[in-house]
């Protein structure tokens, strides 16, 4: 199966390739661009958000701020609250760009993607977002009330974790770290434990988490079911306030730096 999506995606980056280039731009570049237009609105970004939001490193993000500062598509500045942070923010030549190359881009999305039908489309998008959101991590939005205070590890990272020191593979979230005060801490939820499920939801992936606190909103408690060594234990973590969280805002892509969860 990995094997056929890597042909599928050679085949889709090629194709986007040329759509790109006819506009003088760089798949890497126009990605910049596009995460602007989305977090930025008409104000300014920092360096430091941008690269967070697309996964890179300092220097990478710096290579492609400059060229695209010098063909004239994005403005740095030094941010006057920090000297250590750079503010970027879209030229009007750079938002015409945008404003131009996504329709073109929709229209493409569109004609590789007629062999499905609309039905099949929106469901191939919805699994590959949540793919998506397990490799990178996510987090809840500053807003966001805390819900169970926690950061866990993926379902395949957990997995390779527990095979290193020679325990079965299971298919769950590991629990890496515990807030001190927060309801998982409260309810005996511990570092290392495996969440296998919770309600009548197996936990496979952080959408099916947060499927599962909208599921149990109006009692107000999450009943767990977790792996400590090899025996099953059941908690019960109560959720307050946090129900009044939206759960499909709380699981946007965060590209955490180990690829984790907050929850």
């Avoid at 980056?13 to 661009?33: E, I, Q, R, T, Y």
């Avoid at 958000?49 to 710096?62: A, F, H, P, V």
């Avoid at 500045?77 to 923010?89: F, G, L, Y």
């Avoid at 767990?224 to 307050?240: I, K, M, S």
């Amino acid at each position: 199966m990995i094997a056929r999506l890597a042909r599928v995606r050679s085949q889709i980056d090629a194709d986007l390739g040329v759509l790109f280039a006819a506009h003088d731009l760089s798949a890497a570049n126009f990605a910049v661009l596009v995460t602007l237009a989305r977090i930025g609105g008409d104000g300014r970004v920092s360096q430091r958000r941008l690269m967070d939001e697309l996964g890179l490193t300092s220097g990478t993000i710096s290579v492609r701020i400059d060229r695209l500062v010098e063909d004239g598509l994005v403005d740095r500045q030094a941010d006057p609250e920090s000297r250590r942070n750079t503010m970027i923010t879209l030229t009007e030549h750079g938002r015409e760009v945008i404003e131009r190359l996504v329709p073109a881009h929709l229209a493409n999305e569109c004609r590789l993607l007629a062999a499905l039908s609309g039905d099949e489309q929106r469901a191939l998008a919805s699994l590959l977002r949540k793919l998506l959101v397990e490799f990178e991590g996510s987090q809840p939005p500053p807003e966001a009330p805390l819900r169970l205070g926690l950061k866990l590890a993926p379902a395949h990272l957990a997995i390779t974790l527990r095979e290193s020191v020679g325990l079965p593979p299971v298919a769950a979230l590991l629990v890496r770290s515990v807030e001190e005060d927060g309801p998982a801490s409260a309810a005996g939820i511990r570092v290392g434990d495996l969440l296998l499920r919770a309600g009548a939801r197996e936990l496979r992936s952080i959408a099916a988490l947060y499927a599962s606190i909208e599921d149990a909103a109006d009692a107000g408690r999450l009943n767990v079911t977790l792996l400590r060594g090899a025996d099953e234990h059941r908690f019960a973590v109560e959720l307050g306030d946090a129900r009044t969280a939206d759960g499909a805002l709380a699981a946007t892509a965060g590209r955490t730096a180990r690829g984790e969860h907050t929850v």
